[in-house]
């Protein structure tokens, strides 16, 4: 039996189409899936007849659910390279995207997590279907959200990055053109005919892509910010957690009190480490916060709450991880501070320079 590719790159009238063919895995992105996509973008870049890149994953459920998380936790637990090589090429994956020269569309149609939204909010145009369901939830998995999490999350408007940082909040299509995550929404049941369009187009005139979008959109709804949105630049304000959940349970609101539960859930290490991050990446470059993830990420598999976090959430699935230290109050701040030493020469970002 022919194992079908995942990746499925290929041009198809004026754009290079890529589509993360993983559907039962909900398009999880592998090493071998970031390797690929850079060889094509490197190629269409430098390709006239390439207009635009448009990007969608296989399946109705997701556009892509993160990385190969598994993979992750037995390199670290092998204590090779594994790791480190996987996220080395997908934070390049990322900063390409970042780069890039011409439109990169992503349609972002169901769940978009991790290293999904690595592969897409970086780019110049994210498009959001009805199924869109858009999170960074690594604090749940002692992690903390990498692939440029640091760059963009600071950049949203008030603390909406933060909140969505902390607690993994997750964000339907409304709420992500609200935030600003989603440049264009498109109803699910338009997507293939959107495709079609974009695949027959010139793009070449100036503002082409986007009367074409715009033919395809529609109102995707209300976005519950509208009513949050106060209540969350209140309680994630600052550069500690603890004052956060002392805000919150003053309030003792419905709202405050739902963001307590999730937060008692998550790893307090990730929660620190989180928000620090959070906050220097503020004023990094996109390169620096990239060397950042890489140093934060490696750190992580020196420790035991993203081993615990992977065992609860993926492998055994009980979902009652067990963290250490398990209170903030706990968690030495110096410990977090070293997270963001340089790596040794060897594995630092340094193809960045």
Request: hydrophobic residues 45%; contains cysteine; glycine residues 10%.
């Amino acid at each position: 039996m022919t194992q079908e590719p995942e990746i499925i790159a290929r041009k198809c009238g004026h754009v290079g189409r890529i589509t993360l063919n993983r559907p039962k895995a909900l398009n999880a992105l592998t090493h071998g899936m970031c390797l690929a996509m850079i060889e094509a973008l490197q190629v269409w870049a430098q390709d006239d007849a390439v207009q635009a890149i448009v990007v969608d994953g296989a399946g109705e459920k997701g556009f892509c659910a993160g990385g190969d998380i598994l993979k992750l936790h037995d390199s670290g637990k092998a204590g090779n390279d594994d790791a480190w090589l996987f996220w080395r090429d997908e934070y390049r994956l990322n900063t390409l995207i970042h780069h890039y020269p011409k439109p990169y569309v992503a349609l972002i149609d169901g769940i978009v997590m991790g290293g999904g939204v690595g592969v897409s909010v970086h780019g110049s145009h994210r498009v959001a279907g009805d199924r869109t369901m858009f999170a960074m939830p690594e604090t749940g998995i002692g992690f903390h959200p990498d692939v440029g999490g640091a760059w963009f999350l600071p950049r949203l408007d008030g603390e909406i990055g933060t909140w969505m940082g902390l607690t993994g909040a997750r964000l339907k299509a409304p709420d992500c053109i609200a935030a600003g995550l989603a440049t264009h929404y498109c109803p699910s049941a338009q997507t293939e005919a959107l495709i079609a369009a974009l695949e027959r187009a010139d793009l070449t005139g100036e503002d082409a892509l986007e009367v074409l979008l715009e033919e395809f959109s529609g109102d995707p709804g209300d976005s519950d910010l509208a009513l949050t949105r106060t209540l969350i630049d209140a309680a994630f304000a600052g550069d500690s957690v603890e004052p956060m959940i002392e805000r919150m349970t003053a309030a003792g609101d419905a709202w405050s009190i739902k963001q307590l539960k999730i937060l008692a859930g998550k790893s307090p290490t990730a929660l620190k480490l989180t928000l620090a991050a959070l906050r220097a990446g503020a004023d990094l470059s996109f390169e620096g916060v990239m060397r950042q993830d890489l140093r934060l990420s490696a750190w992580c598999l020196t420790g035991t709450d993203f081993y615990e976090g992977v065992r609860a959430v993926i492998i055994e699935k009980d979902n009652k991880p067990v963290w250490s230290p398990a209170s903030l109050s706990e968690v030495d701040d110096l410990a977090v501070a070293a997270a963001f030493a340089p790596l040794d020469d060897a594995h630092e970002m340094t193809f960045l320079d």
